[in-house]
């Protein structure tokens, strides 16, 4: 079986590693193909480096721009890919504009389509994430589910026939990964003690594309009694400069990226986690770490309900009560995004191929 993977930002990197490693125990040829939307070597190079990935076997180095620009280089370079080397589908992982691009090009060029971390919906169709997300899902031939809501909400969508509950393959990463972490030399270097500090992570343009709303979260984040460590996404450095917002001097600590070992260490060990990313909402409540959601909904409901995640959205007095707050659970949250297998479960779907496109869907 071959396997063209498509990826091109942080998150799907670490997503796609255990099913890399099964792919390859499996005997079956896999072909990294890299967009290069996340460029910057803290933010892509360093998980080839720490994580059992396959070095790109082709790098299309898009880099940023608007949307439309960016994805239509997508476009271009997948298509491409496709016609010198037809392979027997096409793996996509989460929302991005190289999730989008993948799974276009593949259904424009009639190659089944797998998408890992499929369902998922915040239902805010202001959120690019949802829009990529959707189009995937209804483009896609096998759509691989990490929980039980995403199943439910592809069935409502007359998507179940193509749907399966994999698990969450973030989950084989952390429970894989958390023994080589524990060697970070982070805390350290930065003269930190465990759960003395809150980690923050920014990077969606509804949370940093807007002045007001990146200065309020700012600004909340510098007001916290501990201090607030924000390794700083490349979007989000530049957005800073082009607002020229102020000098932050209480507790905000803006440092450079770091790779996963180093922030799964400072992810376990912080006493809150503030976020507008869904994949740290998730590694948080795995953790079993209070996490604040800066953002006006999430994808990850579960979270929420088991009273691991509060919603605050960018409101800087919900922001700092949530950050503050003492009534978070302390009983260990239900394990609800599968068994730590996932990666071998997406694996042993693709191996029984594709239905044919639309059989049992419904409308």
């Not at 005997?27 to 720490?50: C, K, N, P, V, W």
């Not at 998922?120 to 202001?126: A, I, T, V």
């Not at 592809?154 to 973030?170: K, N």
Request: glycine fraction near 6%; hydrophobic fraction near 45%.
């Amino acid at each position: 079986m071959k396997v063209l993977t498509v990826l091109g930002a942080r998150p799907q990197f670490i997503k796609a590693a255990p099913v890399s490693v099964a792919l390859a125990v499996g005997d079956h040829e896999e072909r990294i193909l890299h967009t290069g939307q996340h460029y910057d070597a803290d933010m892509s190079d360093i998980f080839f480096q720490e994580l059992p990935i396959p070095v790109p076997a082709i790098n299309l180095e898009i880099g940023s721009g608007t949307h439309g620009a960016q994805t239509a280089r997508m476009l271009e370079g997948i298509e491409q890919a496709l016609i010198a080397e037809p392979p027997d589908w096409v793996l996509v992982y989460g929302d991005t504009n190289s999730t989008l691009a993948g799974a276009l090009a593949a259904a424009k060029m009639g190659v089944p389509i797998a998408h890992v971390e499929a369902g998922l919906r915040s239902f805010n169709r202001e959120m690019p994430e949802e829009i990529n997300r959707i189009v995937a899902d209804h483009t896609a031939d096998l759509l691989l589910c990490p929980t039980a809501v995403a199943m439910q909400n592809l069935a409502t969508e007359g998507l179940a026939a193509r749907s399966r509950q994999v698990g969450d393959t973030m989950l084989d990463v952390q429970r894989s990964q958390l023994a080589a972490a524990a060697h970070s030399q982070i805390l350290d270097a930065m003269g930190l003690e465990p759960k003395s500090y809150c980690l923050a992570t920014l990077h969606r343009a509804y949370t940093v594309d807007d002045p007001d709303r990146l200065a309020a979260v700012l600004g909340a984040l510098d007001r916290l009694s501990k201090p607030v460590v924000l390794p700083l996404h490349p979007r989000t450095k530049a957005r800073i400069e082009a607002f020229d917002l102020p000098v932050f001097t209480g507790s905000l600590r803006l440092v450079d990226p770091v790779g996963y070992h180093d922030m799964l260490y400072l992810e376990s060990h912080a006493a809150r986690i503030l976020t507008d990313s869904g994949g740290v909402q998730k590694e948080a409540y795995w953790l079993e770490v209070p996490c604040v959601t800066l953002r006006p909904e999430t994808e990850w409901v579960e979270t929420v309900e088991q009273g691991w995640n509060r919603i605050v959205d960018v409101d800087p007095e919900k922001i700092v009560a949530a950050a503050e707050a003492e009534d978070w659970p302390t009983r260990p949250p239900p394990m609800l995004y599968g068994d730590g297998a996932a990666a071998d479960h997406i694996v042993r779907e693709l191996e029984r191929g594709p239905e044919p496109h639309g059989v049992g869907d419904s409308t």
